[in-house]
């Protein structure tokens, strides 16, 4: 059956969408549903793309995450004033 091979990354996205919806929801801060919802997907495609064997599955998703890390997650980061890195992020942003 072909659907069995797509139920590792199904469940691996609705981990992240949880995850997602109950931080955006407790916390009230949008970025989180945003910042879970694209990696859960980022890593729900390469394990698709690993299903199907292609070579590039883990490349795919390492350039996905790392793009979202480097222009979204550290412009919300600097926008709120966090100098001191990822030590310390959910403090300066108002989540801690």
Known sequence: MKFKKYVPPLVMWLVF??????????????????????????????????????RYARNVVQFAVGLWETFFGYRYYAGCGAGAGSVGRARYCGSG
């Open 17 to 54: 969408e949880t995850i997602a919806l109950t931080l955006w929801l407790a916390l009230d801060n949008i970025f989180y549903f945003f910042n879970f919802s694209y990696i859960g997907t980022a890593i729900a495609v390469g394990l698709v793309l690993y299903g199907q064997k292609k």
